[in-house]
């Protein structure tokens, strides 16, 4: 430890021995409920002192006070020094205890950015704090999410590398996911074993799938211990509770299973499926063409004015090429529309003080740019056999990410901006296309709400108006179309509800 991880490890100091005086099961209980209540749920709070000023704020003040990503960190924080058993503990049930030691949690962090913190990496700082703190807002648990990665893991190869990996099907995975999630959507325990009364279910399935996704208290609190940060990263690593959202342990004098925040456990079943096979051999070959046909499937449900054409095979016998994944086309424009289910690495999210991998990340984004306006080229040299040049027609081009890489703001931008010049010029593209096609990069859920929205007000309004704009261009879709198409975005619709529908047993909605 050198002298400032030191200097941290002892202002650190007041917060671990506050929490040495709490019993672990207790205290979890006291979060669940306020992750319950951040959820929309309706938390029990019994025997829990709550002030009825904190009840009466709006959520935005109240998440001033006790901000929900904050509680993340505060589990960790309890998992490493609370005890399981202790005579007369002290009790985040009391409101004057469990504030005292939020605020102390707010002093640690107040104090690692004034140490870390400066006007050269301040922008990159809300690149982290975004990373941390926006998912809680743009990926809440619904059944569109659900849905989506049932479709995208369903896929024959994918479905095969899932039941490989963990031992059961892909659709005895979401008949055990969807149970699991809405069981602890309010509650924070589960006896084990349970008693199963799903018929598709039982005990051996359900153990396969925990051997992935808990882990027990003791290696979780020494996998915690291993990967501790004293420094910059205290607050974003390690998130071991993203992996491991559920913890067998003693609770209340019962062998249990717990999980207290059930958006971190959802996250797990959908797209935290990803890291149990993303190292197989043929994943590679399988993901990104599945997700490149889950697009079809939204470009179908939604379309009826928009039309839309997929990839092909063209060229020679010697000399094979592959279109660009989807064009999608009105009257007005069309978008030339790449799939991309590279996720940015979590090193880039959280690094403060070397860039590099970050760089990287970005660089790669710019290669997925720049092979679409190679696309474009092919399309403008007439070289599409099945979607001619047609010249006063205004071109997009667009990447589509499973992931939200959350590319907004003059930092990020300026470093993608970057990298896609220098690969312009190394490709010998014209730079003016850059002004004249300018590119956009979008997440699923913000490309499911263009599309819908579009229907009804045209693509061009809806591109013209987010790239042309300078503003707008440093914000991201969901926010554009937010602010300049109020009622059609309140309006856009769940596309895959009677998909949704035959996912789970009808006992599982009980």
């Known amino acids: 430890m050198d002298n400032l991880e030191q200097k941290i490890y002892e202002i650190h100091k007041p917060l671990r021995n506050k929490l040495r005086q709490l019993r672990l099961d207790d205290s979890l209980y006291v979060v669940w409920n306020y992750f319950t209540h951040y959820n929309n749920r309706k938390p029990q709070f019994t025997g829990i002192e709550i002030t009825k000023e904190f009840m009466l704020l709006d ?24 005890p399981e058993s202790i005579s007369d503990p002290k009790t985040l049930r009391k409101w004057s205890y469990f504030s ?21 990496n301040v922008l990159l700082e809300f690149h982290r704090i975004g990373h941390f703190q926006f998912p809680r807002q743009i990926k809440k648990p619904t059944e569109q999410y659900f849905t989506r990665y049932f479709l995208i893991f369903s896929e024959e190869n994918l479905s095969k590398l899932v039941f490989e990996a963990i031992g059961i099907t892909i659709k005895d995975f979401y008949i055990l996911a969807g149970v699991l999630w809405g069981y602890f959507l309010d509650k924070a325990s589960l006896d084990y074993p349970p008693k199963i009364e799903v018929r598709e279910l039982d005990i051996e399935k359900l153990d396969k799938l925990l051997t992935h996704i808990s882990c ?28 491991f959202p559920i913890i067998k342990m003693l609770y209340m004098g019962k062998l249990s299973l717990v999980c207290i925040d059930s958006t971190l456990l959802f996250w797990r079943l959908t797209d935290g499926l990803y890291y149990e096979i993303y190292n197989q051999p043929g994943f590679s070959n399988s993901f990104g063409p599945s997700f490149q046909n889950y697009v079809g499937k939204v470009l179908k449900k939604v379309c009826k004015r928009i039309k839309y054409f997929p ?33 940015m690495t979590d090193i880039s999210k959280i690094e403060l003080l070397d860039t590099s991998k970050l760089d990287e990340d970005l660089d790669k984004m710019a290669e997925f740019i720049i092979q679409t306006y190679g696309n474009i080229q092919e399309y403008k040299e007439n070289k599409y056999p099945h979607y001619k040049y047609s010249a006063g027609k205004k071109v997009y081009p667009m990447i589509v990410t499973l992931e939200n890489w959350l590319l907004f703001g003059d930092e990020l931008l300026t470093r993608l901006e970057r990298f896609v010049s220098k690969r312009m010029i190394e490709k010998n593209l014209p730079m003016e296309w850059l002004s004249e096609m300018p590119y956009s990069v979008c997440s699923i859920d913000e490309f499911e709400n263009i599309i819908q929205i579009s229907e009804k ?7 013209r108006g987010k790239l042309f704009d300078g503003e707008n261009k440093k914000w ?7 602010n300049n198409f109020p009622e059609e975005y309140k309006n856009c619709s769940f596309i895959f509800s009677d998909e949704f529908k035959t996912i789970l047993p009808e006992r599982a909605y009980e």
């Open 59 to 82: 959520r935005v003040q109240q998440q001033r006070q006790v901000a929900e990503w904050s509680l993340e960190t505060f589990t960790r924080e309890m998992i490493l020094y609370c």
């Open 100 to 120: 005292d030691i939020v605020n102390k949690l707010k002093e640690v962090e107040e104090k690692i950015a004034e140490i870390y913190i400066s006007k050269e």
């Open 216 to 243: 027990n208290i003791i290696d979780y609190r020494n996998k915690l211990e291993q990967q501790k940060q004293i420094n910059e990263k205290f607050i974003y690593s390690p998130r071991l509770a993203r992996i």
């Open 311 to 343: 990839e092909i095979i063209y060229g020679s016998s010697h000399n094979k090429r592959d279109s660009i994944d989807w064009i999608i086309e009105d009257k007005s424009c069309v978008i030339f529309l790449e799939c991309k289910t590279k996720r």
């Open 457 to 463: 007000v045209g693509l061009e309004k809806i591109m």
């Open 476 to 482: 991201n879709f969901d926010s554009f179309l937010l």
